[in-house]
């Protein structure tokens, strides 16, 4: 039993497909993994702890064949979504953009105080504002995704 469900983890099938394709539950996988470690940090040999290292091993060797190496060959090949999101799931690696805000010419940005009441007027030119201020931050944020591609 332990031998098919290392195969069928080998294969790509889940923790629960390789159990029930076994014959026993999700749930029963799970207590034998937990015996497994429990018994491995303890230093016992175990078939639960064989079981562990099978099928730890077994999760890895699909890891690598299924998500790893052909990442790794798309990412070499030159696809840079590939190489983006190994660097960031595998390796931790994260990318931050920067978005400087500022008034004409590069000056401070006008701020009001709106505390009291505003009439429509007011609150339609401040909204008029707020979208032509957002629209030159989109601007500039296309343009920055722009340069790094």
Same mark, same amino acid.
């Given at each position: 039993?332990?031998?098919?469900?290392?195969?069928?983890?080998?294969?790509?099938?889940?923790?629960?497909?390789?159990?029930?394709?076994?014959?026993?539950?999700?749930?029963?996988f799970y207590n034998w993994m937990d015996r497994g470690q429990e018994d491995e940090r303890?230093?016992?040999?175990?078939?639960?702890?064989?079981?562990?290292?099978?099928t730890t091993r077994a999760l890895a060797q699909a890891e690598q064949a299924l998500v790893?190496?052909? *990442?790794?060959? $798309?990412? #070499?090949?030159?696809?840079?979504? /590939? %190489?983006?999101?190994? +660097?960031?799931?595998?390796?931790?690696?994260?990318?931050?953009?920067?978005?400087?805000?500022?008034?004409?010419?590069?000056?401070?940005?006008?701020?009001?105080?709106?505390?009291?009441?505003?009439?429509?007027?007011? *609150?339609?030119? $401040?909204? #008029?504002?707020?979208?032509?201020? /957002? %629209?030159?931050?989109? +601007?500039?944020?296309?343009?920055?995704?722009?340069?790094?591609?």
């Amino acid at each position: 039993m332990a031998e098919a469900i290392e195969k069928s983890l080998v294969l790509g099938n889940t923790p629960k497909a390789a159990a029930e394709l076994a014959g026993i539950t999700e749930r029963t996988f799970y207590n034998w993994m937990d015996r497994g470690q429990e018994d491995e940090r303890a230093g016992r040999t175990t078939v639960f702890g064989e079981f562990f290292q099978r099928t730890t091993r077994a999760l890895a060797q699909a890891e690598q064949a299924l998500v790893v190496l052909p *990442l790794a060959k $798309a990412a #070499r090949s030159g696809n840079i979504r /590939a %190489a983006q999101f190994l +660097a960031t799931h595998r390796f931790g690696w994260s990318s931050t953009m920067r978005t400087e805000v500022s008034g004409p010419d590069g000056g401070p940005i006008e701020q009001r105080d709106v505390s009291g009441s505003l009439s429509g007027a007011d *609150l339609r030119d $401040a909204l #008029r504002e707020a979208r032509r201020i /957002a %629209a030159a931050i989109g +601007a500039a944020d296309d343009a920055a995704r722009g340069a790094e591609e």
